[in-house]
T-cell receptor, first 118, second 115 residues
Framework: DADVTQTPRNRITKTGKRIMLECSQT?????MYWYRQDPGLGLRLIYY???????NKGEISDGYSVSRQAQAKFSLSLESAIPNQTALYFC?????????????????FGEGSRLTVL | AQSVAQPEDQVNVAEGNPLTVKCTYS??????LFWYVQYPNRGLQFLLK??????LVKGSYGFEAEFNKSQTSFHQKKPSALVSDSALYFC?????????????FGKGTKLSVIP
């Protein structure tokens, strides 16, 4: 089983619909992220969370919201989807310093959720 | 602000030849640098990282990268390319000196290894 699991893997929806992408992880990491990938633009950070009570906006948070339901779960919502939100979305996790071990910020990614908004 | 540039959208190389995928970065402090690979319809996979110490770091699948502080570069290399190396490669930076907790990714370089 994958350490970082995203559902759904593919979704086609219509403009104006509410969409939720879910992410769960078994790595025991406390930090979780949502990225968006567009051809030629690389990955851009949407939101990130350092623990259950911590939510932070990333580079492109407009039109998105997130919920950190538990340490292992981080969901991304599009309240009213629009066509330019068509993209590949990735969830990622990373670990904090524990016991003196250095946190390098290395990310572990899910397999991605491809969203198409018509 | 931290940033990273991958100057080549695509790199083509013949199988068996050496390959280089370029990356330059900009930070205000000291960087942590990473390379990730993405195969079609897959998530990004970690290849290697530079944190401190030896400027030449070795990673997965025979890839290595050299940290060059004076040129602010972190180019990835492999002495002999395989067709299976064909993928999308991303460089990423974290500005430790500025206290950043985030990774900033480049736009990616598509590597095609020709049989």
């Amino acid at each position: 089983d994958a350490d970082v699991t995203q559902t759904p893997r593919n979704r086609i929806t219509k403009t104006g619909k509410r969409i939720m992408l879910e992410c769960s992880q078994t790595k025991g990491h406390d930090r979780m992220y949502w990225y968006r990938q567009d051809p030629g633009l690389g990955l851009r950070l949407i939101y990130y969370s350092f623990d259950v009570k911590d939510i932070n906006k990333g580079e492109i948070s407009d039109g998105y919201s997130v919920s950190r339901q538990a340490q292992a779960k981080f969901s991304l919502s599009l309240e009213s989807a629009i066509p330019n939100q068509t993209a590949l979305y990735f969830c990622a996790t990373s670990d904090t310093t524990r016991g003196g071990r250095m946190n390098t910020g290395e990310l572990f990614f899910g397999e991605g959720s491809r969203l198409t908004v018509l | 602000a931290q940033s990273v540039a991958q100057p080549e959208d695509q790199v083509n190389v013949a199988e068996g030849n050496p390959l280089t995928v370029k990356c330059t970065y900009s930070v205000s402090g000291n960087p942590y640098l990473f390379w990730y690979v993405q195969y079609p319809n897959r998530g990004l996979q970690f290849l290697l990282k530079y944190i401190t110490g030896d400027n030449l770091v070795k990673g997965s699948y025979g890839f290595e990268a050299e940290f060059n502080k004076s040129q602010t570069s972190f180019h990835q290399k492999k002495p002999s390319a395989l067709v299976s190396d064909s993928a999308l490669y991303f460089c990423a930076v974290r500005d430790i000196g500025a206290g950043s907790y985030q990774l900033t990714f480049g736009k990616g370089t598509k590597l095609s290894v020709i049989p």
